[in-house]
């Protein structure tokens, strides 16, 4: 159901949150983090995610698995 | 005037006939009860544009901008703050996960500021370094990439301090779309790093670009980041906006084509063009540094620069800063102005005592120029001979280093028409633990070894006897006096020499840059 942040990666550049067009992308803890009952995977309003369109860091913006994928 | 009227406080006192700087900033600083580092600022010279080849117009609006003008870096200073962190493409020459405070090269900061932190650290080093001319939103993202937080940045600052100059820098993606914003806030000088003008070139420096919420690649993705940046250099043009150009120079991507690049910036009305050599290196973790792409050599980079300079003023003194750096180029005092240090700051803005002070570094300008004008005579002799020197210098046009302590020279081309600044050589290592003293006498040789002088303040014996074996002459003799008087007095008796047969004139070999990032100081 969600995209999910690796902390460890993350360079708090911020790009992400002011492109998430849920609002699901905020700061926490020294990196980002994706609400993921907010997340939509950006189906419906994008071609593709948009925190994994910007991300400047490969693999950071990925699936979380613990959820299932989200279905519009 | 032969002795330099502006000294740091080791040298021998400074002539009383002329505006004294140090005097008004001491003035400046009893003023506000607190020591002052004035004039210990180490810096160095670059586009040698003055008023002698520019329009009037773009000389008042560059002439106190330390990264436009090769005279006015000797003595004011900028600042970058860190507010725009985001980012619409990737370069591979860029990598932002590497953040070390002791690490200076672009993309890299310590703190992201909001506007609002970012417009009181401007007051705050506004009010230490009267110096302090220009604010400088650079990143460590693009900060057009930003615009919500670079505009509110700029407009916060003109409403507390009118008299700084604006300038930002970007990729040029976004840049048709904020063109009119920046004019509304002043922004008179915008830099825009092109790299290329053919896609073709472009997709071997440009991995991806975000564009109408999507991720491009290859060939597509470079064919819209030259278009726009070549419509954004236009539309700055139409309004009268000065536009510089940045380019790194990429041996085997991009070197041959940054003569088209400047071809193209040029006729486009750009007024400046600042060609830089990659930093490259594996541990900076960028695409460049892992697959072994080289920087260019001294020697290339300075063939490529004076290629590109015709009618163009070629900038050549850019010290690829941080996105937060503050100071005189070529310093780095950004860890005086922590957030935690500047909000609990008392600041004062001190509108007169910066104006004094600009107004004596605009005497002491003049005196170098006029120092050097004395010389220009008796150089016919020179013929088609063209040599390089090295410098130790902390700045304001004087040779006032020691040479252990240097940690750049600048280098100066002497011929028929004068001296020249045409770059400057890092030799950060030298007199830094864990090298051997060896070792950093080796560094320097490499990086001044196209040179047949070196000025300094002073040297030691076994660097003067290594320096003269590696055929690099250390010249003490004009120490604390204005460097291109002195180069053209030392020129001029070289000259003699090679008639009289007493020293027979041979080319010098190329020299190494540095690539490793730039060690601060402060900390």
Redesign the interface.
């Known amino acids: 159901m969600a995209y999910k942040i690796v902390g460890s990666?993350c360079?708090?550049?911020?790009?992400c949150e002011?492109?998430c067009p849920n609002m699901a992308i905020s700061e926490a803890k020294g990196t980002f983090v994706i609400d993921p009952a907010k997340c939509t995977e950006c189906i419906g309003h994008?071609?593709?995610p948009?925190c994994?369109?910007?991300c400047?860091?490969d693999d950071t913006c990925v699936i979380d698995n613990a959820y299932p994928r989200y279905e519009a | 005037m032969t002795e330099a009227m502006f000294e740091d406080s080791h040298s021998n006192g400074s002539d009383d006939s002329a505006v004294d700087i140090a005097d008004v900033m001491q003035k400046m600083a009893e003023h506000k009860g607190c020591g002052t580092e004035g004039g210990s600022g180490k810096a160095s010279c670059g586009s040698s544009g003055g008023p002698e080849d520019m329009p009037p117009e773009i000389w008042e609006k560059v002439k106190n901008h330390p990264c436009y003008s090769e005279e006015a870096h000797h003595h004011y200073a900028r600042m970058h703050v860190a507010v725009a962190?985001?980012?619409?493409i990737?370069c591979n020459y860029c990598n932002?996960?590497y953040?070390c405070a002791n690490e200076s090269r672009p993309g890299v900061v310590s703190e992201?500021l909001t506007p609002e932190q970012a417009s009181k650290k401007v007051l705050a080093v506004a009010s230490t370094i009267p110096q302090m001319t220009v604010l400088g939103i650079a990143g460590?993202?693009d900060p057009l990439?930003?615009p919500g937080k670079t505009f509110e940045t700029f407009r916060l600052i003109s409403e507390v301090a009118p008299d700084i100059k604006l300038c930002v820098s970007t990729n040029g993606l976004a840049l048709p779309d904020w063109v009119d914003e920046i004019a509304k806030y002043k922004v008179d000088h915008v830099t825009i790093t092109i790299n290329m003008v053919d896609p073709e070139v472009g997709q071997h420096i440009y991995p991806w670009i975000?564009w109408e919420?999507?991720?491009l690649t290859g060939y597509e993705a470079a064919k819209i980041l030259t278009e726009r940046q070549l419509l954004g250099l236009e539309m700055l043009t139409e309004r009268g906006i000065l536009a510089k150009i940045n380019s790194v120079m990429i041996p085997g991507i991009n070197d041959k084509h940054l003569v088209e690049v400047n071809k193209a910036v040029k006729s486009r009305g750009a007024f400046l063009h600042n060609i830089m050599p990659l930093i490259s290196a594996p541990e900076h973790g960028t695409v460049f540094g892992l697959n072994g792409q080289r920087g260019p050599t001294a020697q290339e980079l300075k063939a490529l620069q004076d290629e590109c300079e015709g009618d163009m003023n070629m900038m050549r003194h850019c010290r690829q800063c941080r996105a937060d750096a503050v100071g005189l180029l070529g310093e780095d005092r950004s860890a005086e102005f922590t957030t935690d240090k500047i909000m609990a700051m008392e600041v004062n803005y001190d509108s007169a005592g910066r104006k004094a002070y600009q107004e004596a570094v605009e005497a002491e300008r003049l005196a170098k120029v006029a120092a050097k004008q004395d010389e220009l005579d008796g150089l016919e002799k020179a013929g088609d001979m063209k040599i390089l020197v090295a410098v130790a210098t902390k700045g304001h046009g004087i040779i006032n280093e020691h040479f252990g302590h240097a940690k750049e020279f600048q280098i100066y081309e002497l011929s028929q028409t004068g001296a020249k600044f045409v770059g400057h050589r890092r030799v950060d290592l030298y007199c830094q633990g864990g090298y051997g003293e060896e070792d950093a006498l080796e560094t320097v040789i490499k990086a001044i070894n196209d040179c047949h002088a070196v000025f300094v303040a002073k040297i030691g014996g076994c660097p003067k006897a290594d320096l003269t074996e590696a055929g690099i002459e250390p010249v003490d003799q004009y120490a604390h006096e204005f460097i291109e008087k002195s180069a053209l007095v030392w020129f001029k008796d070289y000259l003699d020499k090679v008639e009289s047969g007493e020293i027979v004139h041979a080319d010098r070999g190329d020299a190494a840059i540095r690539q490793g990032a730039l060690i601060s100081e402060a900390g």
């Open positions: 990666q360079t708090n550049c911020t790009a002011a492109l994008f071609d593709s948009q994994v369109a910007i400047p860091v | 962190p985001a980012c619409n990737q932002r996960k953040d992201r460590p993202g990439a930003n975000f919420n999507k991720r």
